[in-house]
């Protein structure tokens, strides 16, 4: 049975494993929390640090390959195993381009990708020298996630509030619809899943849900598409990537960042896809063919946080009202303690009827609700 | 987070533990090899020994509820956790009645279930009492399990073949299908699986593949319903059961045996039905709402057995070809160690059309074998 690892065992380790326990093969989890979502499933967890040399190093070395499913993990050490012929899902050279936006921003121009106009910025004074670009986001080259590290300059009276340290400063786009596509690649072949429509709220300004396959026109369709392919192969790296795109008002698609690993746009690939992105990881992981994007059904998925004003131990309310939903598969991630935001789980809806589906995720972001036990 | 507990860790715990991380549940898993595939997938690995008294109890008394994946278990002990408030599925006066072949038959004609005729045998000279019986099925009462303890008397040449032991000999069903339906049940309300086809092969007279919904006309289906449904009922105990029942040439319906666990027949619940037998399962023991059993597509399994003459580390050749397949799912259960006739996984496949269902089912068959490697 090979050996494989992953670095980092939050919920996309965990749903990893799900998916690893229909094939032979045996696993390894780093995570320096040992509660964490994915400890408990995999044959071997090691307590480490993802970030230290030494810890990822001394983890991968007797493994046949590894992975991530954090960006921010140690690439040196990543780099050695490779060189020592471990197999990395991602490559390091590829993970090195995406984990620093400035280095992607200068890839996808290099490429030729379409992506928003930007500039480099070394530190906030950097900034007052495009203002061409305003109304601009502004996010920080390293370590920004989850929307921490991006804010927006729509003038020179925010210049003030920018980020004193290497940054990329980005035209903002008018965006009217966000999409994501994730690909697989073997390293020979590409397998590309259904686009996916993220769609946000229009006050919050916080992802809503999501619906896949989106509602495009071919010829859009097909540039996103391809688009996506191309990102990947110039990545040159096998595993699986989910490249998030805005189509703008007039119709223009450009690259808004790539991620290269299982993405939380394609968790409804579990249920409503015959491959999900987890068993097509392994698949790749294996080397066994890629597997089929093809969907079941289509699909939502409301994303279960946890909510403001509450913090510690998690209490699901309305679990119970969703759960009796005809159509919905609920994915609890296990995490105890809930803070405001963070990702408890998340609720796949699968349906025909694309308007029944968003009326059944608009229903479910409203019963159920993450918030702390009182009695901690 | 509630604490459940599964006796044993074949591939059975292994799918409910991969259902069980959809939500917050702490659970801990027995079994005597620490090597089995369900060991490395719970919270808490107990080795120990679960037909022993002493390890089914002390791994019970601190859970919340315990369940099984294989019938032969310490009843005293889950009769002793039940009586201290520990919820026990299937519950132990349910398990006591199905364990025992000829408890399960009286249980049947005392409650006017449909069952084969049959007869109480202590030691093999008692055959010969029942000639009006042949050609009878001689079955022991306590411990047989996948066709071991089974025989057919054909007449009174055969008698000599019989057991020597407390056993039951019924009279052989000219059997036109063989049904199975999964029940569940969380002691108020009860839910019913699509009914499944088991087909045999012609010649070998072993279990070929599954299909489910099976073709049934109306009347025979809901007759075959409202059997499994009175055998649950009656078993008077929450859990999934499993009621396998034949069809005979006239049109006749009787219940061959109830299993009170997720069962084989029921594995392509996992993609073919919104709530699988194992999410149904964890519904159950958590308190949740039962799930849907309504099937998303119709599906057929094929077991992946262990070639016969192969004895040793396991080797899947064929394994690519079928993962090449557009609509197929391969469940591995991990197991290192092959030998004739092992369950070593299983593949669902899904479709609408039903011969194309039957034809995959086939060259399945025909493409995946599982042998030994030589260099063990």
């Given amino acids: 049975m090979q050996k494989i690892g992953i670095l980092g065992g939050g919920q996309l380790g965990r749903m990893l494993l799900q998916a690893a326990a229909n094939y032979p093969v045996e696993t390894f989890v780093m995570e320096n929390d040992i509660e964490c979502p994915a400890a408990h499933l995999c044959h071997h967890f090691i307590n480490g640090d993802i970030k230290n040399f030494d810890d ?31 197999k990395v ?74 980020f004193d340290e290497p940054a990329v400063l980005e035209r903002k786009i008018n965006i009217d619809k966000e ?19 993220m769609i946000f709220h229009p006050l919050l300004n916080l992802l809503d849900y999501q619906l896949s396959p989106a509602e495009l026109d071919e010829k859009t369709l097909w540039k996103l598409e391809a688009i996506a392919t191309k990102v990947v192969k110039k990545l040159n790296s096998p595993g699986i990537f989910a490249v998030e795109m805005f189509i703008d008002k007039e119709n223009n698609i450009c690259v808004n960042e790539t991620a290269p690993r299982v993405h939380n746009s394609g968790h409804h690939t579990i249920e ?11 698949r790749i992981m294996l080397g066994y063919p890629l597997g089929n994007t093809k969907h079941i059904l289509p699909a939502a998925i409301v994303n279960i946080l946890g909510e403001d004003e509450y913090n510690g131990a998690a209490n699901y309310n309305g679990l119970e009202e969703v759960l009796q939903m005809e159509n919905v598969f609920v994915h609890v991630y296990g995490k105890k303690q ?33 918030t702390a036990l009182k009695n901690l």
């Fill in 338 to 370: 809930t803070k405001p935001g963070r990702k408890m789980g998340h609720v796949t809806i699968l349906g025909k009827d694309r308007h029944e589906l968003i009326r059944t995720a608009h229903k479910i972001k409203q019963i159920l609700k993450v």
């Fill in 56 to 86: 990822v190093y001394n983890f991968g070395k007797e493994l046949d390959a590894i992975t991530i499913e954090i960006e921010s993990v140690n690439e040196e050490a990543l780099q050695k195993l490779e060189s020592e012929g471990v």
């Fill in 179 to 197: 999409i994501s596509i994730i690909v697989a690649s073997n390293g020979n072949d590409i397998a590309v899943y259904p686009a996916i429509e």
């Fill in 89 to 162: 899902y991602p490559r390091p050279s590829a993970l090195s381009i995406i984990k620093n936006k400035i280095l992607q921003k200068q890839f996808y121009k290099e490429n030729e990708i379409p992506a928003a106009e930007f500039a480099v910025t070394n530190n906030v004074n950097d900034i007052a020298n495009y203002p061409a670009l305003f109304p601009a986001i502004h996010k920080i080259a390293m370590g920004g996630y989850d929307g921490r590290g991006v804010i927006l300059i729509k003038n020179k009276e925010d210049f003030v509030t920018g």
């Fill in 272 to 282: 409503a896809n015959y491959s999900s992105q987890f068993d097509m990881l392994w």
